[in-house]
């Protein structure tokens, strides 16, 4: 169990791989591709939804749940939809000890059946705009699984909105954008670049997609969230009309948006070491760790001093955990909770209780410090926003780092192999020089239209359109 | 929109189909046997979630999340289980754009998967006790669905624990009984009849189940939850073996412990009346609404009253809501707010500000009140509570009317078609008199060791072994 993690600048995914399972965040579970989230991992989930439930309701949307099962032909009513996600379907076709007479599709996300229900609700544009959201699990059969990144089934929330005009459903996959830039760079403490995929790359059924994209420290992007404007044959597949104002029918514009357990592959990725995980203090389960360094002797007096300040860091919010476990050493503990990621560790021994002090340590920067009793709160509180702080920023020092900015095509073709990166370059729109792309197995991140490298494509060197970033991804 | 309801009394079932649909609780579903969760709905059982998710932590239970697939031969591993299950599995046959080596349950329960995952994480006596939970949606394929009763697809939380000795493993049981009893009695306002099931009505793979049942107002009872001694051939089965404290191979007693969306039935059920739902203040979304009385005049003022209103009631933690629909009336909103059940309504207008009052009407008893403002969030705060308690009572005070006393099943034959409720008689314990029963359409919903009816068995009439409750059910 003590042996060391793989190397994380040589071995970065078996480093992942390792730290996912002995820090307990996930399982391989007996399902191909799907996994089983430990209570760790589930604590960190929690978290999340804690937060973007908050963001969902405080920007009007209200939850609603939804079935598991669309029959198979809601999803072909939309023919761009249904090639999208035809490949990784998986199908219920016998239940009740019959064979059905319709297949069921497992979700592989919800437009469908939620557009089907809208079209019950919606009369008149009184009834708009209809702003649901569900927190569910999805399925999409994965053949290259990997915890939390890529799972069979994973976890997520798919927010879904009708709207009367089209700059409202603008605004609202705007709006979702930005709570999710909030939740991913102030809670996540991982930087991201937010814009719209190109054709090519945008979800099967959108009008237009939006993304935030993070750089991993290997170099390759990763999609942390997407908010679409669904296209409009999506309301008219539904039969969605209402009565507008003017007493005419219309058809509502949709959006959909959707956050999932991948974003915490992201922050395990993000943030390691070669001791572990590091876990962002906001979301972190256990903040902070207390080690208690006692013999059988003085263990009643110092474990009435570490229940004193277990009483006075709960009052503040502060989620603590004791490791009083009696098998262990401290030395294995200090190892485990570094492995764990949890951002402060307290050592408290007798001779602390006797000074009325206890001893930090942080995770990020392993800096000691010897706190007097009273100002210990004040201090963890400064610490924790001290970590949360350097964590972006180290992060967004780390992609300053990984950026390459780049004029041609070739420039990709010899440097991606050893450049832990992502370029930056210009591009004229055109599907093919996008394509060309593929033979170095890097693709279109996003659109960059305020930014201009050049005045030409990095391909064919026709007149640019917009800029973009390019990057192998995950 | 406006007509009457079906009679509760005389149309029961008609009642609560139509006050699902038209409080927007739930809708069906285009998939047969599964339903839509509104918002109100959703509202309600985040709120039960939030209780329940509490109470399961506070006991020391953490949160973990395992596949919604099952391979189909886990489910093969116990007997009693697969043949209690098979009739109501669906199953994944095709995924991928391929036919399945082994087919795939939706899962109906997740003893086997979490069975097998305790397996790989069970070594020594030290790793016990096992104490996970999962919240999550379930399937098992319905032939006669009804909203939140029996649906296809439910919700629910699922608890499976693993423990050293059979003591510990009871004594768990017991305590997440306890628990949900608080939850049931003391937050639904749904008395119950707590005790132990029959052999034949115990859960397929139980050594034994604990249920809490209720009476609803039709006299038919519902099984609330379920807490359950899972079978150590489950153990066994998965192979679950651990080195004890002397050394030895031994396998770990089991349980799991359930509470479901059907909580929301039993609640519709229990508190509606002719005016629709009366959801109770501890888990109403929304437990005063405010209506405003006003015309364009002296809007302005009557609506600035609301808000200071508002703002004070939610700093006192109180849900509360504003109907501010410009396009209807306060007549329809009252009658809105009574069908929605909203514990509390508070009637503003302009004289209301004038004089510094504010009314309010009791959804339970329909009792008007004029509040001066400084008293306002203490009477709020008074009448929640006492809507709680008489709801409760209420419940307790019918169901008493609801118990008849019998010696024998020709009582039962002879009374059941009108009566209205539940028997009370003592058994012998022979499968033959329970399954007598069945022609009646009855069974014993759980058994009443301590209390003593008579010496001999309504049926058989040989000596007693317990004290039996008999009814229809849902």
Redesign the interface.
């Known amino acids: 169990m003590n042996t060391k993690l793989p190397d994380i600048n040589t071995e970065f995914s078996e480093w992942y791989n390792e730290v996912v399972r002995r820090a307990k965040l996930a399982?391989h579970?007996?399902?191909r591709g799907?996994?089983?989230?430990?209570?760790y991992g589930?604590?960190i989930?929690?978290n999340i939804q804690a937060i973007v439930d908050k963001k969902i309701k405080d920007t009007g949307h209200?939850?609603?749940?939804?079935?598991?099962?669309?029959?198979e032909s809601?999803l072909k009513r939309e023919a761009d939809h249904v090639a999208g996600f035809?490949?990784?379907?998986?199908?219920?076709?016998?239940?009740?000890?019959k064979e059905l007479e319709e297949?069921?599709v497992?979700r592989p996300t919800s437009e469908t059946?939620i557009h089907?229900?809208f079209a019950?609700w919606l009369v008149s544009w009184?009834d708009l705009p209809i702003k649901?959201n569900q927190w569910?699990?999805v399925?999409r059969?994965e053949?290259r699984p990997r915890a939390f990144l890529r799972t069979t089934?994973f976890?997520w929330q798919e927010g879904h909105t009708a709207h009367e005009t089209e700059q409202e459903a603008e605004e609202e996959t705007l709006c979702m954008l930005e709570q999710y830039r909030d939740l991913i760079e102030n809670y996540l403490a991982i930087p991201v670049f937010a814009g719209q995929k190109s054709e090519q790359e945008k979800f099967a059924g959108a009008l237009k997609t939006y993304t935030l994209e993070a750089i991993m420290p290997d170099g390759k992007a990763l999609q942390m969230c997407t908010s679409h404007r669904i296209s409009q044959t999506f309301a008219h597949a539904f039969d969605m009309s209402f009565q507008d104002r003017n007493g005419n029918v219309s058809f509502p514009h949709l959006t959909s948006w959707a956050v999932t357990t991948r974003a915490i592959g992201a922050m395990i990725m993000m943030h390691g070491d070669n001791k572990g995980l590091i876990i962002p203090p906001k979301i972190a389960p256990i903040q902070v760790i207390i080690i208690p360094i006692c013999n059988d002797k003085n263990r009643t007096e110092v474990m009435q001093y570490i229940h004193v300040i277990e009483q006075e860091l709960k009052t503040h919010n502060i989620r603590i955990a004791i490791d009083n476990d009696a098998?262990s050493t401290p030395g294995a503990k200090y190892h485990e909770a570094e492995l764990r990621g949890i951002p402060l560790r307290l050592e408290v021994g007798p001779r602390d209780v006797t000074s009325n002090v206890v001893t930090i340590v942080d995770r990020l920067s392993s800096a000691k410090e010897v706190v007097v009793r009273d100002s210990l709160v004040a201090t963890i509180e400064q610490k924790l926003a001290l970590i949360q702080k350097m964590l972006f920023e180290n992060a967004c020092a780390r992609r300053q780092q990984q950026e390459r900015i780049i004029t041609a095509l070739s420039d990709i073709a010899n440097s991606i192999e050893e450049h832990r990166g992502y370029f930056v370059t210009s591009w004229c729109g055109d599907v093919a020089c996008e394509t060309a792309l593929k033979e170095y197995k890097a693709s279109i991140r996003c659109l960059r239209p305020d930014s201009r490298i050049q005045d030409f494509c990095f391909c064919c060197k026709n007149p640019r359109v917009t800029d973009i970033i390019v990057a192998r991804s995950y």
Chains 1, 2 share one sequence.
Do not use: K
């Not at 799907?34 to 209570?39: F, L, S, T």
């Not at 035809?86 to 000890?97: D, F, I, R, Y």
């Open positions: 399982d579970a007996p399902v799907c996994m089983v989230v430990r209570p589930c604590a989930w929690e209200q939850n609603a749940l939804f079935p598991l099962f669309i029959p809601f035809s490949p990784e379907l998986a199908v219920v076709t016998h239940a009740g000890g297949p069921l497992v059946i089907y229900m019950q009184r649901i569910a699990n399925v059969w053949m089934e976890w098998q």
